[in-house]
């Protein structure tokens, strides 16, 4: 397993403002990925991370919209640009340690107003 | 059609009872299953997984996976109050770490 922290927990943001949200890991993990849990809906993959090289966003996302970091191997960052009351959710980050086990993250709640 | 469905509920039973919680999914592709449990307020909290068809046992919980059908189970007896959260299943292909989500299943023990 691993232990995972994200800062902010939580935020509250106005609209076309920008949020940078944290992801740091207890250990050196490969494969670090981000996901959106809105409300009734599933648990959605943003995109996966991987370090010394370009992230991999998933249908739907782009990376104007939501530059993801991963300058090393505990540690990756997700922003939510110009953000709208759409963006409210809560964002998720997740590890792989091994074969199919993803741990996550507390999560960052955030509201845009 | 959802890739994996599953029912949101939510469902309520005494403690001590018997819970059978499902997912039902499309994609014959999926291999690999698991169940996460989510506290409120929480982030997802990886329970078990298993590949292909079969059961799997852990303490109170099994997890069943019938290919055939393209459902998955997921039981706990004895269920206990501090089994009340929401329950969500993922799975995955072979050769992917991409998980595919259901919607999640609040269950409530009432003590």
């Known amino acids: 397993s691993a232990v995972i922290s994200q800062k902010p927990s939580r935020d509250i943001c106005q609209r076309g403002t920008s949020l940078t949200i944290q992801c740091q890991v207890d250990?050196?993990?490969?494969?670090m990925f981000w996901y959106r849990q809105q409300p009734g809906q599933s648990l959605t993959l943003i995109a996966t991370?991987?370090?010394?090289?370009?992230?991999?966003?998933e249908s739907g996302f782009v990376i104007d919209k939501f530059p993801i970091s991963r300058p090393n191997l505990t540690f990756s960052t997700l922003t939510v640009s110009n953000m709208s009351p759409e963006d409210s959710s809560i964002y998720l980050c997740?590890?792989?340690?091994?074969?199919?086990?993803?741990?996550f993250g507390p999560g960052t709640r955030l509201t845009v107003t | 059609q959802k890739e994996v469905e599953q029912d949101p509920g939510p469902l309520s039973v005494p403690e001590g009872a018997i819970v059978s919680l499902n997912c039902t999914y499309s994609?014959?592709?999926?291999?690999?299953f698991m169940w996460y449990r989510q506290y409120s307020r929480k982030g997802p909290e990886l329970l078990m997984y298993?590949?292909?068809?079969g059961n799997k046992e852990d303490g109170r919980f099994t997890a069943q996976v019938d290919k055939s059908s393209k459902y998955i189970s997921l039981f706990i007896r004895d269920s206990q109050p501090s089994d009340s959260a929401t329950y969500l299943c993922?799975?995955?292909?072979?050769?992917?770490?991409?998980?595919?989500f259901g919607k999640g299943m609040k269950l409530t023990v009432n003590p």
């Open positions: 997740s590890v792989l340690t091994g074969p199919y086990e993803q741990y």
């Open positions: 250990s050196q993990v490969t494969m």
């Open positions: 991370a991987n370090q010394g090289s370009e992230a991999t966003y």
């Open positions: 994609n014959s592709a999926f291999q690999y």
């Open positions: 298993t590949y292909s068809s």
């Open positions: 993922a799975m995955a292909q072979g050769g992917s770490e991409k998980l595919v």
